[in-house]
């Protein structure tokens, strides 16, 4: 009997350890290093990129670079205050993947209160290192040529992975798109009336746009954004917003398919990143070389009237 329970406890003991496996940092902070690379550790001045999952405790997600679908490009800091985040990157290298727990409570000043929909005592960040540019002795220009090499070179596979993402999008969604000279793919979902818009119209136009991963950065319809963004602004008036057709104050794909509907209509335009935000992107949500989708709707046509004075266009929609 007592070798029984001696065989009992140590299994405990085993099973404990594997659900736990974490070590106590500085400033209540919790680390678990779940793949542990060769290599020097991160240090205040080096460049780092960095994959990470924020969440609660019950697992649900506050936010992922992976829905972005790039990681995060950094400086490194000297950390000035015990516990932070940052004092978890300094313990890891290139290629090292660790769980953090943060005391929600040491995240925000007394008296602050936590944000809305933040339970338990931790969060949690899941940290995958994709990169390190030592800084080490090398002088500035040699270190920003680097990183320059480095950002050219992943704005280079964006670039060649693009056509393949918006071809499965298409697939996926089994959409049977028209593709015009420029690349812009488009399906009219449900057909509208009368003439299409033209140059000079101002289209009323409701819109969601997407991610080829289906995450909403932004929309004119309220519902869709109670629904879809984590950041939902009460505030803000959600309504049709106005363009100016081909005046240029919209991306390309928008100034584009437009043109392609008429009042009423409905439609999800496919956008290649030539005819969106291109390399630049449209940060944080919009990363280099990246497709979007939008549904919109075109829900009344104003014509131009060639005697009145030239309206200025109006800015793009949001990205949120």
């Known amino acids: 009997m007592r070798k029984?329970?001696?065989?009992?406890a140590v299994a405990a003991l085993g099973l404990a350890s594997c659900k736990g496996g974490f070590k106590q940092g500085e400033g209540g902070m919790l680390y678990n290093i779940r793949t542990d690379k060769a290599g020097a550790t991160i240090k205040p001045g080096d460049f780092v990129s960095l994959n990470l999952i924020l969440k609660t405790e019950g697992d649900s997600v506050i936010g992922s670079t992976y829905e972005m679908g790039r990681p995060v490009p950094q400086i490194m800091e000297k950390t000035t205050r015990k516990g932070d985040i940052s004092s978890a990157f300094l313990l890891l290298s290139e290629g090292d993947s660790a769980t953090v727990k943060l005391a929600i409570d040491s995240m925000f000043k007394k008296g602050q209160p936590k944000p809305p929909g933040i339970k338990g005592k931790y969060l949690v960040y899941e940290i995958k290192v994709e990169k390190v540019i030592p800084r080490g002795s090398q002088g500035d220009a040699a270190f920003q040529t680097h990183v320059t090499d480095y950002f050219k070179a992943q704005a280079d596979v964006m670039k060649k992975q693009e056509p393949a993402k918006i071809k499965k999008y298409v697939a996926d969604k089994k959409l049977t798109t028209k593709t015009t000279a420029s690349g812009l793919q488009y399906v009219i979902t449900k057909p509208g009336a009368g003439p299409t818009a033209m140059a000079g119209d101002t289209?009323?136009?409701n819109y969601t746009g997407k991610l080829l991963n289906d995450k909403v950065f932004d929309t004119s319809i309220k519902e869709e954004a109670m629904k879809s963004i984590k950041q939902f602004d009460p505030r803000r008036k959600f309504e049709p917003i106005k363009v100016v057709v081909g005046a240029g104050g919209v991306i390309k794909g928008?100034?584009?398919?437009?043109?392609?509907?008429?009042?009423g209509a409905k439609a999800t335009l496919v956008i290649p990143s030539e005819l969106g935000w291109g390399e630049q992107g449209a940060?944080?949500?919009?990363?280099?070389?990246a497709p979007v989708a939008f549904d919109v709707e075109l829900v009344n046509i104003i014509k131009a009237d060639?005697?009145?004075p030239k309206v200025t266009a109006p800015v793009a929609p949001q990205v949120r």
């Open 254 to 263: 928008w100034d584009e398919g437009l043109q392609l509907l008429n009042k």
């Open 283 to 289: 940060p944080p949500m919009i990363g280099s070389f």
């Open 4 to 8: 029984n329970l001696m065989i009992i």
């Open 203 to 205: 289209a009323v136009v």
């Open 306 to 308: 060639p005697n009145a």
